[in-house]
């Protein structure tokens, strides 16, 4: 009987929130997975708002909403939809404001401050680094009616709103006098870097690639290894000896590590004779017999670990802490196509004071002409976009729109020429100098240039001058530096430097699996 009056009470609240949403604008649920149909969402009203927050299946997707009513706006406690509410956007800085004042309470008029705030944020620009986190530009709208919780911003928006709300309403017993220096020492706070890496990560995650770690024999790729698997971020396979990897986890530390990791060894794979016959066929006309084809494919990690992901036994690699890039690029071309004639590129970002820059060619490209530039520029467009950036090319030079005039220079004032005649879809301008790139007042006189905003994108002259712009603002402006980034090959391949980190390693696996490529 009390089952039967359960199941009768459960249809009876059923019918009643149909009911409710009939004709209704606003649907607000901390419920169940489904208690919300899509017949329920037809019946609302006109661009009816959908808060489905139910966790951790909200009571509808935003797919279900979006397929009966494209006009909804739908909002759920998810980072893998749009408009996530997270309680992080709101506790953390209404706790940081009530602090700084030392509030005797926090009461309604500091929450609302905090509302308001945010809805005001959301209204605004959406900084670049935002918009790398996400792969995506976001701008208020349908989709974006919220900020994200790896806003950087809101560390000096929320606390000031919500300190100045407590201190008008007399609950500061320590006020504020200099709001001003207040909000600059919040912002000074910000880690830009750290809200990038978060935003990939999520991406990553959400992937769950089976990430290629080629060199099995280093501590350093190991704890990699183990914390992109332990971090949940997908299946970590590792290139090398079992016995030589237990050690060497053991002697770091993580002999537990040993039962979760796939190690990979070529002498025991079965795909070998596969992997054999591929590469014979693409080196049997470049001097490579079949004793050459064992040695690579059965000796060499980087190649055999690139056949692995050839032949989709992974979903990208992770290379090059051991050796240099120059030899491991050389390797990686065995089996893919990444030199400067299929138009490989790096890409490396730097970040610095909340803004992200890519230069490029920083990796495969020695001394390119007008078109390899042209080329350069397309490409790491299509990674800025991936990155979610509006890319805007500057190709840089020591002379801007022709003076002084200089040979070296010529072919940076070309490169536009020649994507003039390309009709690429993305901003470019050239030559100029850096300052004349990245600075706003200094562009104000050249008003005839396309950009239409600071580049976000250098193309330099050469590798030599892009590995030197680099390592200097990495060593005297502090600048974080992520990659190179190897952009124009078929698969998910990136080549860390010999210097890296296991931090660093781990990082350009997270680039990997979110398909940077």
Known sequence: MNQWKSAHAVKTELRTLEEAMHGADVFLGVSVKGAVTPEMVESMADNPVIFAMANPD???????????????????????????????????????????????????EMKIACAHALANLAREDVPDEVALAYGRKLSFGRDYIIPTPFDPRLIYRIPPAVAR????????????????????????????????LRGINARARSAQARMIFAEGDDPRVLRAAVTYQRNGLGKALVVGREADVRAKLEAAGMGDAVRELEVVNAANTRHLDTYKDFL???????????????????????VFSALMLA??????LITGATRKSAYVLDRINHVFDADAKAGAVGVTAILHKGRIVLVADTLVHEWPDEHDLANIAIRSAAAARHLGLDPRVAFVSFSTFGYPVS???EKMHIAPQVLDKMGVDFEYEGEMTVDVALNREAQKAY???????????????ARHSASISVKLMQEMAGATVIGPILVGVDKPIQICSSGSTANDILNMAVLASSKIR
């Open 280 to 302: 014979y066929g693409r080196l049997q006309r470049k001097g490579f017999d079949r004793h050459d084809i064992h040695r690579l494919a059965a000796r060499d990690r980087h």
């Open 58 to 108: 909200p009571e509808i997707t935003p797919e279900e909403a979006h397929a009966v009513r494209p006009d909804a706006i739908v909002a759920t406690g998810r980072s893998d939809y749009p408009n996530q509410v997270n309680n992080v956007l709101g506790f953390p800085y209404l706790f940081r404001g009530a602090l700084d004042i030392h509030a005797r309470a926090i009461n309604d």
């Open 407 to 409: 040979e070296r220079a």
């Open 165 to 196: 709300a407590g201190m008008d309403t007399g609950v500061a017993r320590r006020p504020i006098i200099d709001m001003e220096g207040y909000e600059q020492s919040l912002q000074s706070r910000m880690d830009p870097t750290a809200n990038v």
């Open 447 to 461: 008003p005839f240039s396309r950009l239409t905003g600071p580049a976000n994108i250098l193309v330099v002259p």
């Open 311 to 316: 032949h989709g036994h992974g979903d990208g």
